[in-house]
């Protein structure tokens, strides 16, 4: 009785050792004709690669193991630039792979991964309706295309697009928790159908938008580790969404409205405000403005800490006065002969503000530009108001007077109206372009976009008046 009380308690015992065995990761790579030092396994995130581990290649073999199990998602095994191959982490993390360098996935067999089994099926059969397509393109070079002959071939072709079609559906329907098949419906496009009696001609591009993202499930993080969720929601602010501030904002609120997965909320509104806030398109600040006062300055991204929440929220509140579309900040400053001149006093088609520094070596080649530029639109009622923010006032008298400025020459040295602030004013120069209203219309431009827009203006202001 004894020995078999000994045995049972070295049976419980040994019982959690038996449970996680499996526990962590263990890849085995076999790769004939493989001539390398080590191999890599790195994942992707988002539009990123990271390594995630290595491994000491002996003889044709290695072996990534962990005692932690992988973020599930899609990975690369790596030897070189022109020597890699993407493989499934799924929830089979202990499996074996047998491949050849000569063609990775042609030779590919698997032991032990049902995701890297499916994966690699898909790949092998579509190489090989690849190459039954290419065989029949090289006979349509040789074929004249009115000939039944051409015509048949042409059936070929898409009697096997229909084969990947049916191929690729079945595999869905029969797998769809399965992380490949989401990365297949995630690729998959919209079949639009035909336009209903009386639709416009933008109604197959407004159905294809609308209907963009319906197979993708923004709520599985395993497709945040594949390239394919953020190369979709790249494609539709890129490719499918005017470029207007406006436009851009409705569709990073829509992207981000179909999360609800912290983990896919938290990375497309970290993605969305460095996008924009690095874009050099004008007017694209205010998609910045507009992410860090919804997501950041309500408390929803949960992730930041006060210091850098602090640091967003003091840019954003320095950008906002003068986001295009908005009424310029009215100030008061002396001009050269000591009197106040009020901004919104001044009336004018169009306002050029111009905020120099007459130290400031590029100040020194962009002045004589903007000086000489000028002169074309005096006779159009256009106004000048050049700025001054720094020296001295006897100085920049003189400089006014070397550079020949026209116009309203300003300046404010001791910022006591505030310029720097309304304006964001942290370098020079600083170029602004204001309608009659003081609407901003354009900002941070060179001289030359400033010719091509006042002259764009004012031809559409002729035109709407009958002129």
């Known amino acids: 009785m004894k020995k078999i009380s000994l045995y049972m308690g ?161 595999m869905v329907a029969e797998h769809p928790e399965m992380l490949y098949p989401k990365i297949l419906r995630t690729l998959k496009e919209p079949t639009i159908p035909d336009p209903p009696p009386g639709a416009d001609s933008l109604y197959r591009f407004h159905y294809y938008r609308a209907h963009f993202f319906d197979e993708v499930d923004f709520n599985d993080q395993r497709l945040l580790r594949t390239r394919f969720l953020h190369q979709k929601a790249d494609t539709y602010l890129e490719r499918l969404t005017p ?62 800490d006060e210091k850098t929440l602090h640091d967003m929220v003091e840019r954003a509140l320095a950008i906002s006065p003068t986001l295009i579309g908005k009424k310029a900040p009215n100030f008061e400053m002396r001009d050269i002969n000591g009197n106040l001149v009020s901004l919104y006093g001044i009336k004018a088609p169009y306002t050029i503000l111009y905020f120099w520094d007459y130290d400031c070596g590029h100040c020194k080649k962009v002045t004589p530009k903007l000086v000489e530029a000028y002169e074309k639109y005096i006779d159009k009622g256009v106004q000048l108001i050049t700025v001054s923010i720094n020296g001295s006032i006897e100085v920049w008298k003189n400089k006014v007077g070397e550079y020949g400025i026209k116009g309203i020459p300003l300046a404010d040295p001791a910022r006591t109206s505030g310029f720097d602030r309304m304006y964001d004013v942290r370098s020079t120069p600083r170029l602004f372009l204001l309608d009659k209203d003081k609407i901003i219309k354009a900002k941070h431009i060179t001289v030359e976009q400033m010719e091509e827009l006042l002259d764009r203006f004012l031809e559409e202001d002729a035109g709407s008046s009958g002129e």
């Open 243 to 304: 470029k207007h501030p406006d436009s851009i904002i409705h569709a990073v609120d829509y992207i981000i409205g179909l999360t609800q997965d912290t983990l896919i909320f938290r990375y497309f509104v970290q993605t969305f405000l460095n996008k924009y806030a690095a874009s050099k398109i004008m007017g694209m600040d205010a998609v910045y403005v507009h992410i860090v006062e919804k997501y950041y300055m309500t408390g929803r991204a949960y992730w930041v």
């Open 10 to 170: 070295l049976l419980l015992c040994s019982l959690p050792l038996l449970l996680t065995a499996q526990d962590g990761y263990q890849i085995h790579v076999q790769v004939k004709n493989l001539q390398a030092e080590q191999a890599f396994l790195a994942n992707f995130f988002g539009d990123k690669t990271y390594k995630s581990d290595s491994a000491k290649v002996e003889g044709e073999a290695f072996t990534f193991q962990g005692e932690e199990p992988l973020p599930q998602g899609l990975y690369l095994v790596y030897f070189s630039p022109e020597k890699y191959f993407e493989l499934i982490i799924g929830e089979d993390q202990h499996f074996s792979l047998t491949t050849d360098t000569t063609n990775f996935v042609t030779h590919m067999q698997v032991d032990g991964s049902a995701d890297n089994e499916l994966f690699f099926s898909d790949l092998q059969f579509i190489n090989k309706q690849r190459q039954r397509v290419q065989q029949i393109n090289e006979q349509l070079k040789n074929t004249d295309q009115n000939s039944e002959a051409y015509k048949e071939l042409q059936a070929q072709l898409e009697q096997i697009n229909q084969e990947v079609i049916s191929y690729r559906e079945k």
